[in-house]
């Protein structure tokens, strides 16, 4: 994002979520899968959500939606969209927001399309549902889109069945599909997972024409770090439901405030430096957590008695934090574990199985 002078104001959020929570009733009790998550997101701006596969990433997304349909689930909290309340709205209100006001690119683009039907008849349906348009209107408009998008031959492939499309070509529809009524918002789910890097970075670079020549805002849920530190203005880290840090993308990669964002970022390979025989890991199962405490504290080696307590997110200058390590000796104990990953219990303990295998 530009760094906006002093003198301006500051931009009113398009998108404020406030302790959003989403459980779900079972036989033995109950499942907390998001729990008390609050964020913004401003016009314009891109919010990388990264965490493990089970941090609660694509089901608050789907509860700022309202598209967990299961009578077992509760959805509570406050999601604000330019200026109101998407929880108190009524479904035929609701079913208007989506797709014309915010639209969601869902992690398999297979899925997402009915096989059934042709792209071109599926874009522009979505087009009709929303628009006071004649089917020749929006087939046209369809065309146009597929165009954008970089379908080659739109004119021709608009009649073409979702089977016929690679995945890379079939990311591309769904996106076509989502920007088919120009949304203010734009929520990606995974849009590059199962893709080659060279579809990868043409998806990324997609994804910035189409905010510069739309100006609208995109959460991007991933769990690649990579893809987040090239296209996020502010990163979300999740995990067990509930979000561990969050800031500016310079500041969440060069100064990672949160154990479980450093054992992110030190997974990641390195291009320069010295070479490593082996990544350091997380050790444990994503899921685990410290009861009532830290969710991340059964995986932590640096978890101490102040971890069983819940640590609100707390910090300065936008960059927050849920960790109850004394912040002065956040850097010195990094730098610790990055040099000498086999210090703690929990990491001899990794160590040690991973010789094993």
């Not at 959020?13 to 998550?37: I, M, N, W």
């Not at 189409?210 to 502010?234: K, N, P, Q, W, Y």
């Not at 069983?308 to 010195?332: F, I, K, Q, S």
């Amino acid at each position: 994002m530009p760094d906006r002078s002093l003198s301006e104001p500051p931009v009113e959020p398009l998108l404020e979520v406030s302790d959003l929570r989403v459980r779900f009733r079972s036989g033995t009790g109950h499942f907390t899968a998001v729990d008390g998550l609050s964020f913004s997101v401003r016009p314009g701006e891109v919010l990388g959500v990264v965490g493990e596969s089970g941090s609660g990433k694509s089901v608050s997304m789907l509860g700022v939606l309202r598209l967990i349909r299961t009578p077992n689930a509760e959805i509570s909290g406050k999601v604000i969209f330019r200026g109101r309340d998407l929880l108190a709205l009524k479904d035929r209100e609701m079913r208007a927001v989506r797709g014309r006001e915010i639209a969601m690119i869902f992690q398999d683009p297979m899925t997402a399309l009915t096989p059934v039907y042709t792209v071109g008849w599926q874009i522009a349906e979505q087009i009709r549902a929303h628009e006071r348009i004649s089917r020749k209107a929006a087939r046209d408009r369809a065309v146009r889109l597929l165009d954008e998008v970089g379908i080659p031959a739109p004119g021709k492939r608009v009649d073409s069945y979702p089977h016929e499309f690679s995945g890379g070509m079939r990311q591309r529809v769904v996106i076509a599909m989502a920007l088919s009524c120009n949304p203010g918002l734009l929520i990606a789910d995974e849009p590059t997972t199962a893709l080659d890097v060279t579809t990868q970075a043409q998806i990324l670079d997609l994804m910035r024409r189409l905010r510069a020549d739309h100006g609208s805002a995109i959460v991007m849920i991933t769990h690649d770090m990579g893809v987040v530190s090239e296209i996020a203005d502010e990163v979300l880290v999740m995990y067990g439901g509930r979000a561990v840090e969050r800031g500016p993308r310079g500041d969440v990669f060069r100064a990672p405030r949160h154990p479980y964002t450093w054992g992110l970022l030190d997974s990641v390979p390195r291009v320069g430096g010295p070479r490593v025989r082996r990544l350091p890991t997380i050790p444990g199962a994503p899921g685990a957590s410290g009861g009532g405490g830290c969710p991340f504290a059964g995986r932590c080696s640096h978890r101490h008695a102040a971890c069983d307590e819940v640590p609100p997110l707390t910090g300065g200058a936008g960059h927050l934090d849920a960790c109850r390590l004394p912040g002065e000796d956040r850097e010195r104990i990094r730098r610790g574990d990055r040099s000498a990953p086999e210090t703690t219990p929990a990491r001899r303990t990794a160590h040690a199985a991973d010789e094993e295998r």
